[in-house]
């Protein structure tokens, strides 16, 4: 386009708001730059050209995404079902992922998220292959699943700061083991529902557990830290 240039092995742009997007074909690394947030992807009409990010043109080919420092925010779907990308590092300047923005990334295997970060959008890593995650200490709100059917994730640890969890790690089928912050209050429905855990510890902050948090799981008792009462029945 018009606001491109190529070089022998690279090629460079802007958006529309003036972010700068590069992209080296020998490695087929995707870099954005620049100040600022990723304004939303317009899905209403997603055949249109005009409603895609400047960068979707490397939905098929990139391998490597990296958002550089400056940029604040990723929009949603900005990257969704880039399918051969195995890795992105996000820098400690964003502070929110949109919905759906890394949705369906299926050779998506890890994920660096910014201790700045302190927003996950429903849906955000949904149908990736993420191996292992660090969730930052000052996240604050995960929405509906954000994490849900990465099925090779583990473990997680749940940050201090994040007060309720909602269905973020549903159907990650080989999750066997999760700690739970003091100060949490909340598990919604299906949060951990088909997963593999067999047993959890419930702190004594957690107010409200919905009856499917744990449908399709091997828990049977969970063992709860409240003096108000030893067990609970799932």
């Given amino acids: 386009g018009k606001n ?18 590069t992209y080296d074909y020998d490695t087929d690394t995707l870099t954005i730059s620049g100040k600022g947030a990723l304004r939303d992807a317009d899905t209403e009409d997603w055949n249109s050209k005009d409603n895609r990010p400047v960068w979707d043109k490397f ?3 990139a391998k490597h995404i990296i958002i550089e420092k ?36 299926v050779s998506l295997t890890s994920v660096t998220l910014p201790d700045s970060l302190l927003y996950i959008g429903a849906y955000a890593f949904d149908w990736c292959d993420i191996k ?19 099925y090779n994730i583990t473990s997680v640890i749940i940050p201090k700061n ?17 700690v739970l912050p003091e100060g949490l209050q909340v598990i919604y429905d299906f949060e951990f529902a088909a997963t593999n ?30 003096p108000m009462s030893a067990e609970a029945t799932v």
């Fill in 4 to 21: 491109t240039v190529y070089a022998a092995d690279k090629a460079t742009g802007r958006d529309k708001d003036g972010h700068i997007w």
């Fill in 59 to 61: 939905s098929e080919t």
């Fill in 70 to 105: 400056g940029i604040t925010g990723i929009g949603n779907e900005n990257f969704s079902s880039f399918f051969k990308v195995k890795d992105v590092v996000i820098a400690d300047t964003v502070i929110y992922i949109g919905v759906d923005a890394f949705d369906g990334c």
């Fill in 132 to 150: 292992k995650i660090v969730l930052p200490k000052k996240l604050i709100k995960m929405e509906e699943g954000c994490f849900e059917a990465n």
């Fill in 162 to 178: 994040l007060k309720r969890i909602n269905a973020a790690f549903g159907s990650v089928k080989r999750l066997k083991n999760i």
């Fill in 197 to 226: 855990l067999k047993s959890i510890d419930i702190t004594k902050s957690v107010t409200t557990i919905a009856t499917s948090a744990f449908i399709n799981t091997e828990i049977k008792k969970l063992k709860m830290m409240s």
